[in-house]
């Protein structure tokens, strides 16, 4: 009997045509003798739709004309409720539209990578594809991923962080603590995006608050740390969970900028973006045996010290003065799913889809063994709760 995937991409991000490419680019590569797939597209609303339009990336260039061919849908925040359902039905219509197996996540960025979607799909118990909701969370924001690597041993280039609030009310003295700590050039980003948005760099005061300024219209807390001025990007995904997993060749995205930005990785020269497969790199990377061998050892550190479970790619700065390595941060669900990594590794996309899953099934049966309440109810005691003390923990 085939399993039935939900797929769920696009979502209220900024990183929202991305997701749709790499959902479209997962679904493509799905066994279809193993597997039935329900495409839940998630608009910038945040309204849930099915429908085999989702399927022709050409479709999305009009969204309304999209969504007219497809059905509004939503899932009941009830546990063991793995239905989908139509928003509205005739009087003679089934609302149900299908029993979901596994939910599949496809969303970069904030609401849907971040640990919002994942637990909703907790809460509902069913099995999913990917990190769980702390590590998803954690993984996002830079400024925590930071405090955990650095916790675990993991080399991370130092920052200082604020939030929006702080800068609005306080201005001088954050500009006066971040230049107390940090030299110029000095990179800030939001704390919780990637693909690049919203980061630039600052050579003097002026441009350091321009690009606070810039950081805090994505998210209300901001990082700034100092840039290596002389860099190799590297960057390694690693499949797995904290039980067992394996790091993927390494590869150097090539870049036009100081920065990579948001064209080098997702046009990468084409007018046509085929997202993170759009990069231009060198794959494998041309780095000396040894080099090759401690980034692909931090990757698989940096995924179990995150509790990570799923693909991930890790994204690593050398500075080539020092030979120093750090990372970066890291994708919990990178774009295009990291799979051109996984193919230059020897493992098809087709495969890479059938460990995720496998993957979603092993952590479902370990959460399953696990107590989650007790059968005892303290109110069959006889106990009098309402004087407060006795229901202190």
């Given at each position: ?138 993984g996002m924001d830079k400024i925590f991923m930071k405090m955990i ?224 309440s007790y059968d005892q109810n303290i109110f069959n005691f006889q ?11």
């Open positions: 009997m085939k399993a039935n995937i939900g797929v769920f991409f696009g979502g209220r991000s900024v990183e929202h045509e991305i997701s749709i490419i790499t959902a479209v680019q997962a679904i493509a590569s799905f066994d279809k003798e193993k597997y039935n797939i329900t495409p839940v597209y998630v608009t910038k609303k945040g309204k849930w739709y099915t429908g085999e339009a989702l399927l022709e990336l050409n479709n999305y260039k009009n969204i309304d004309s999209l969504l007219s061919k497809c059905t509004e849908v939503y899932m009941v925040p009830e546990y063991g409720n793995y239905g989908v359902y139509k928003t509205s039905a005739g009087i003679f219509d089934k609302k149900l539209i299908t029993n979901l197996d596994v939910v599949f996540p496809a969303f970069h960025g904030t609401n849907g990578e971040d640990g919002v979607f994942q637990g909703v799909v907790e809460s509902i118990g069913i099995p999913f594809v990917g990190c769980n909701t702390l590590a998803s969370s954690n690597l650095k916790d675990c041993e993991v080399p991370v280039i130092d920052c200082f962080w604020c939030t929006d609030f702080d800068l609005k009310n306080d201005l001088d003295n954050v500009i006066a603590k971040i230049e107390a700590k940090i030299p110029y050039p000095i990179i800030v980003k939001p704390a919780n995006l990637g693909s690049s948005i919203g980061i630039s760099k600052a050579a003097d005061r002026d441009a350091l608050i321009e690009a606070l300024d810039l950081a805090a219209q994505f998210s209300s807390r901001i990082i700034a740390e100092k840039m290596v001025t002389n860099l190799k990007e590297i960057n390694c995904s690693v499949l797995g969970d904290c039980d067992e997993c394996e790091p993927s060749v390494c590869e150097e995205p090539v870049k036009t900028e100081d920065i990579l930005s948001y064209k080098d990785k997702y046009l990468g020269g084409s007018k046509t973006s085929k997202g993170m497969q759009s990069t231009q790199r060198r794959l494998p990377a041309d780095l000396p045996d040894d080099v090759t061998a401690e980034i692909r050892s931090l990757a698989v550190k940096t995924f179990k010290s995150l509790s990570c479970n799923g693909v991930s790619r890790i994204d690593f700065i050398i500075d080539t003065d020092t030979n120093e390595i750090f990372v970066n941060e890291i994708n919990t669900i990178p774009g295009s799913l990291s799979f051109y990594l996984w193919e230059a590794t020897g493992v098809s996309f087709k495969d890479l889809i059938d460990r995720l899953i496998n993957l979603a099934y092993k952590r479902k049966r370990k959460t399953d063994n696990k107590v989650a106990k009098d709760f309402s004087g407060g003390k006795l229901g202190v923990k």
